[in-house]
């Protein structure tokens, strides 16, 4: 058995062998939890993101003597997707803790992590190898972006592009309203470097602030399945993570549906995103897609490189580019949903 801590006032015991993952990694609400508590020894405590702050607060106090009136167990898990391990780590340490600890960070750059005490956990790697595949697509556009939370690289290349004259033939989506929603212009972007100017600002709010690439877009949720036209229907998909720090580097279900649909893909994201995509075996098209703007350090300079590439892109035959690299997009996917894909980050080493 497992126990997971949530908070003070929610806590549960599970047992992992009846959990259903490939079914819970397609609900909408983050699942982290139940395919942590699968992967980590049997016996744990699991301490979900947010239970506890990064940084030393009066508050943790009370989860710490919490976690430690559960004494039967055998150690202690604090899931961390955010990218902060280390912070998270450090302010752990402080806390008179009974049992042994770990942190399972989701970020990239713990892939060969030296620290015993943080664990690599592909989250998302892991929770997309149950999304279905598209077995072939023959798109229309060239060009596909979705963007529901306004992050400040969001919004820099949303400006980037709108000026575009193949702006409109892009399939886009900008400012879809979701529970977790928020807006750049009244508040600046709490996980991210790049701070919006004033002058950036003045020309996102003369842009539309809302623009659905489909109407069936109008819904309440983080849509993660693959049968959006942005993955049907486009030979490249513009990735815009959730994060642009360097320093928190992560693959989210954005940069792995383009895989399950066998698309190109530009990443508007941190660098060395793509060169972790090459590490775990992905084809990203080198011969093709100029990624040398993921070696760039400058935030804004990262994405007016990759834009560029788009530029370049959009002056070629790209439909037919797409054509020829059929058998390639195929073993990008069969390598995605094969053993030995899994087996390269298993077992964690706890």
């Known amino acids: 058995m497992q126990l997971i801590i949530f908070d003070q006032k929610k806590i549960i015991e599970l047992n992992p062998e009846d959990i259903d993952i490939a079914n819970e990694a397609r609900k909408y609400e983050s699942t982290t939890h139940h395919l942590l508590s699968t992967l980590v020894p049997n016996n744990s405590i699991i301490v979900c993101q947010g239970a506890i702050t990064e940084n030393h607060s009066s508050e ?26 280390e912070t998270l780590l450090e302010t752990c340490t402080q806390y008179k803790f009974i049992l042994p600890f770990y942190i399972a960070a989701a970020c990239a750059n713990f892939f060969q992590s030296k620290n015993p005490k943080i664990v690599f956990f592909p989250e998302d790697e892991l929770h997309c190898t149950y999304y279905p ?18 992050w400040s690289h969001r919004i820099l290349t949303y400006i980037h592009l709108y000026d575009k004259p193949y702006f409109n033939e892009i399939i886009f989506g900008w400012g879809r309203r979701t529970d977790w929603t928020l807006d750049f212009l009244e508040q600046e ?4 470097d790049i701070v919006i100017t004033d002058e950036e600002k003045i020309k996102l709010a003369s842009m539309p602030k809302r623009i659905l690439a489909h109407p069936d877009d109008d819904t309440n949720h983080n849509d993660r399945t693959t049968n959006h036209i942005a ?3 486009a030979c490249l998909n513009i990735i815009t993570e959730t994060r642009s720090k360097n320093s928190t580097p992560q693959l989210t279900e954005k940069s792995l549906k383009p895989i399950l649909s ?3 893909f530009i990443m508007i994201g941190s660098s060395g995103l793509i060169q972790h995509m090459r590490v775990i075996g992905f084809d990203t098209f080198d011969d093709i897609i100029d990624h040398s703007y993921d070696n760039i350090e400058d935030e804004r300079e990262r994405i007016s490189t990759a834009i ?14 797409h054509a020829q690299c059929k058998e390639r997009f195929v073993k990008n996917q069969q390598w995605f949903k094969s053993p030995e894909f899994v087996a ?7």
């Open 344 to 350: 390269q980050f298993l077992p964690l080493k706890i």
């Open 308 to 321: 560029k590439e788009l530029d370049r892109l959009n002056e070629v035959d790209l439909f037919e580019l």
């Open 189 to 192: 972007d709490f996980i991210n």
């Open 262 to 264: 066998g698309q190109f």
């Open 133 to 150: 595949i598209i077995p072939q697509i023959n798109p229309t556009k060239k060009f596909s972006c979705l963007n529901s939370n306004k």
């Open 231 to 233: 993955y049907t229907d």
């Open 60 to 85: 943790n106090y009370k989860i710490v003597e919490l976690i430690n009136h559960y004494k039967t167990y055998d150690r202690i898990i604090f899931a961390c997707n955010n990218g902060n391990a």
